[in-house]
């Protein structure tokens, strides 16, 4: 008995060497099988062998289960062996899971052995969606699972339950949170094939502005529900309005407490956030953006952004264009009199309306200050000072001084001194020829004093500055997704503008084409023999001289700007020929 008890300490001992040595054996093996990646039988004979020194390390079935299964992947062909490697893929995953039942990627490959299974051997009828769930509640945070996983029950859609739907929603969620393109990309490809369901892919995807522009891509890729694509991007733009509303309270905030840097970048990032929206809603009938606090939101953000840089020691030139982009918003005059004081305070311009001509720029500024305020005597004041003088224009200053003379005369036509007005866009006309605006206005002095041949030379003139009323366009392929851009010169009078596109033989392609006009959209459809929206047609016409089709024409009526107006046509879901463009 006294030598049992002596022999025991090093009989326990040497066993616990032995499992030491085996459990050292066992992961050693592991290792060496998990480097053999290319030799799967060789591979295979390894990790037997590990389990053969020790049977409990999961990590071994693991490895087995993968390997098993690659090999009933490789022999598909024959189905005997094909069969009997998935099996023992499915019995190794089996083993990894009871030894370690907290292991996602265990429960995830089990899935994929058993889901291979039953699709290529239906008498095998083991349900995989329990073992699918299991690894994506284990995985945490491990967005690939989600993703593989959220990937599967989309591909059976129709065939889970409501439990697994609402499962898939609170996954797929994670995926779409993370903004990763090629993800949202396969599920909506996985989504288009398998469910179709738009209100199953709103509940899926986050309420953000970036995923609602991709998935309205999509849709109009795809050639799939259109008024579910412009609610979309209408959703889209509100918001990017209402994160263009958050930047400029909290630029607000900086600027109240003198944090400058912090106050611009929010103020450019409200900016940033409004030069997006297109006003998609115009397409869907709805008001989710008001039109005057849109304005008012601009307005503000550009002078707020003015005075931030102003506080930092910028000139006047310096952020001169932010001012003009608020003034040409500004009609009150109460407000243009607030900046007058302000910019006088900080001594960036003069008390009074400068007459000094060796500035012409700051000249230029003030004087728009001045007739936003209804100031005409003061502005025509400078004007009787221009007539006296004898001025050498640098040509750097050229634009600023036609911009000068624009005002006076403007000044002079809103108290009826018609001719004085007309001395000086003439004036105006001499340094800068083609300058639409000048002729504009001269014709419209013409108009009041009656004289009939005067007006028919300056609508000569004028019409010369126009962009041509049929412009001709010869094998001009527009890609999909490719924006084609056109500066069109109009007199600011509504229009009438006409696109012809080439016609294709096959009927079943249809393009959907989005047309905007100085920034917003205006129609948006595809290219059929039915019209979309009141106030354009979209109708077949004469054949073409090049196509054996007819050409299918788009006609919108339009508001232009006085000068530059910006069309710009694309396709969304396939390339399209445009011909010509026509204006009346």
């Known amino acids: 008995m006294i030598n049992l008890k002596k022999i025991l300490p090093l009989i326990t001992i040497a066993m616990i060497a032995i499992i030491n040595i085996s459990i050292y054996w066992n992961v050693h093996l592991y290792y060496r099988a998990e480097e053999n990646i290319e030799d799967i039988d060789k591979k295979i004979k390894i990790l037997e062998r590990a389990n053969q020194i020790y049977p409990s390390n999961g990590l071994v079935f693991y490895e087995l289960g993968k390997a098993y299964f690659d090999l009933g992947i490789q022999n598909l062909h024959d189905r005997v062996n094909s069969e009997s490697y998935l099996r023992k893929s499915i019995e190794s995953y089996s083993r990894s899971i009871k030894i370690n039942p907290a292991s996602f990627f265990s429960h995830f490959n089990f899935a994929q052995s058993l889901l291979y299974m039953s699709f290529f051997y239906p008498s095998y009828d083991i349900s995989y969606y ?8 284990l995985a945490g945070h491990n967005h690939q699972i989600f993703y593989e996983v959220g990937k599967i029950y989309l591909s059976i859609w129709p065939e889970i339950s409501e439990k697994d739907k609402d499962f898939t929603f609170d996954i797929l969620r994670k995926i779409a949170s993370g903004k990763e393109r090629e993800k949202l990309q396969n599920l909506m490809q996985i989504w288009d094939l398998n469910v179709k369901d738009y209100a199953v892919m709103e509940k899926i995807l986050p309420e953000d502005a970036v995923v609602y522009r991709f998935y309205a891509r999509f849709l109009g890729e795809k050639s799939l529900s259109l008024e579910k694509r412009q609610e979309m991007l209408a959703r889209a733009e509100f918001m990017e ?3 263009a509303k958050n930047e400029y309270h909290a630029g607000e905030n900086d600027f109240l407490y003198f944090r400058l840097k912090e106050a611009s970048k929010h103020f450019k990032s409200c900016v940033n956030a409004l030069d997006k929206i297109n006003f998609y809603q115009s397409l869907i009938q709805q008001t989710l953006i008001g039109s005057s606090e849109f304005i008012e939101l601009r307005k503000s953000t550009m002078l707020n952004l003015a005075k931030c840089q102003i506080e930092m020691g910028r000139t006047l030139e310096e952020v001169e264009g932010n001012l003009r982009l608020y003034l040409k918003l500004e009609d009150e005059v109460a407000e ?12 960036l311009i003069e008390e009074k309306l400068e007459t000094n001509l060796d500035d012409l720029n700051r000249l230029s500024f003030h ?3 001045s007739f936003k305020q209804n100031r005409y005597r003061d ?8 007539r006296e003088s004898f001025l050498v224009v640098p040509e750097a200053q050229k634009n600023a001084f036609v911009n000068i003379l624009l005002l006076i005369g403007d000044s002079y036509q809103k108290v009826d001194y018609i001719y004085d007005a007309l001395e000086f866009y003439e004036k105006a006309l001499e340094i800068e020829s083609d300058n639409l605006k000048a002729l504009l206005r001269i014709r419209q002095n013409h108009e009041r004093m009656n004289e009939e041949e005067k007006i028919r030379e300056t609508d000569k003139k004028i019409e010369k500055l126009m962009a041509p009323r049929e412009r001709m366009f010869k094998n001009l392929l527009i890609n999909k997704g490719q924006k084609y851009s056109q500066i069109l010169n109009f007199d600011g009078r509504e229009i009438i503008l006409t696109l012809h596109f080439k016609g294709s033989r096959e009927k079943d392609i249809i393009p959907l084409i989005c047309i905007f006009f100085n920034g917003k959209v205006v129609w948006e459809s595809y290219l059929k023999n039915e019209g979309g929206f009141e106030g354009e ?14 050409d299918k024409i788009v006609s919108l009526s339009l508001k232009s700007n006085i000068g530059k107006n910006m069309l710009i046509v694309m396709p969304v879901d396939r390339p399209v020929n445009l011909l010509k463009i026509i204006y009346q």
């Open 241 to 243: 309005f209402e994160r």
């Open 537 to 550: 047609k979209v109708e077949a016409g004469e054949e073409s001289e090049t196509s054996a089709e007819a």
């Open 336 to 347: 243009v009199g607030k900046l007058e004081l302000y910019l006088r305070s900080r001594e």
């Open 379 to 386: 502005i025509m004041r400078v004007g009787n000072i221009l």
């Open 130 to 137: 329990d073992e699918y769930r299991k690894a994506a509640l």
């Open 367 to 369: 004087i728009l200050l």
